[in-house]
């Protein structure tokens, strides 16, 4: 008989991203303000930070305006931070945000992190994967193991949904020519792409975000073996 698989789901590409997030980027510097009490922020990220190596880098992939790296950065003492984002605009508001001579800022994808292999203590990506189909989203995974030491800790926010597929944001959000597409997965799908790169599954939790009637999924795991 037929085989059923799901709808193949499309992403925007890249450079309508890139403008959505210039575009947004103040508005977005604000909310993300009212966010960091949340312990999502509060409690994770702290934690996260312990559990890595106090030695070496943490990336946040998708760094945004740099709120996560700046609660990051009080929670260390000498851990080199690395943010990495789409959008110059972010990317500027992040510099002085975290404002620390241990942070460096790249503009790039979540498949390019500019660091050595085996580098890295940590890389944490909250809210960035709907942006990414399958093959980008196994592309970043590969690149995080590559810049990770053993041992090392992988920190990831998705919005997760086990029915809708499609996100779409709409043009008078974004200020793009077109309205701005991302997608859906579910928990068992994300779980799976960070156990097929080669990671260890520590937690997955989930949690639902009242405000915007939305689920988000918490995976954290461990390099086992370079």
């Given at each position: 008989?037929?085989?059923?698989?799901?709808?193949?789901?499309?992403?925007?590409?890249e450079n309508?991203?890139?403008s959505m997030?210039?575009?947004?980027?103040e508005?977005?510097?604000?909310m993300?303000?009212?966010?960091m009490e949340?312990?999502?922020?509060?409690e994770k990220?702290?934690?996260f930070?312990?559990?890595?190596?106090?030695?070496?880098?943490?990336?946040?992939?998708?760094?945004?305006?740099?709120?996560?790296?700046a609660?990051?950065r009080?929670?260390?003492?000498?851990?080199p931070?690395?943010g990495?984002?789409?959008?110059?605009?972010?990317?500027k508001?992040?510099?002085?945000?975290?404002?620390?001579d241990?942070?460096?800022?790249?503009?790039?994808?979540?498949t390019?992190?500019?660091?050595?292999?085996?580098?890295?203590?940590?890389?944490?990506?909250?809210?960035?994967?709907?942006?990414?189909?399958?093959?980008?989203?196994?592309?970043?995974?590969?690149?995080?193991?590559?810049?990770?030491?053993?041992n090392?800790k992988?920190?990831?926010?998705?919005?997760t949904?086990?029915?809708?597929?499609?996100?779409e944001?709409?043009?008078?959000?974004?200020?793009?020519e077109?309205?701005?597409?991302?997608?859906?997965?579910?928990?068992?799908?994300?779980?799976?792409?960070v156990?097929?790169a080669g990671?260890?599954?520590?937690?997955?939790e989930?949690?639902?975000e009242?405000?915007?009637?939305?689920?988000?999924?918490?995976i954290?795991a461990?390099?086992?073996d370079?």
């Open positions: 008989g037929p085989t059923r698989t799901r709808p193949k789901m499309s992403v925007s590409d309508v991203t890139e997030y210039d575009n947004t980027a508005g977005y510097a604000k993300m303000k009212g966010e949340s312990p999502i922020y509060s990220l702290p934690r930070a312990s559990a890595c190596s106090p030695k070496l880098a943490i990336v946040d992939v998708g760094c945004g305006s740099g709120d996560c790296l609660l990051i009080d929670a260390t003492t000498e851990t931070l690395i990495v984002d789409l959008s110059n605009a972010m990317l508001l992040a510099n002085e945000n975290v404002d620390s241990r942070a460096t800022f790249a503009h790039g994808s979540s390019k992190i500019p660091a050595e292999d085996a580098s890295c203590g940590g890389v944490m990506c909250y809210f960035v994967t709907h942006h990414l189909d399958d093959d980008a989203l196994k592309a970043s995974l590969v690149e995080w193991r590559r810049c990770l030491a053993p090392g992988l920190l990831l926010g998705c919005w949904s086990e029915t809708d597929k499609q996100i944001y709409p043009k008078d959000m974004t200020g793009t077109e309205p701005m597409k991302a997608v859906y997965r579910t928990q068992d799908e994300y779980k799976r792409a156990s097929d990671f260890c599954v520590d937690s997955l989930t949690q639902e009242e405000m915007m009637q939305m689920t988000m999924c918490f954290e461990t390099l086992t370079n």
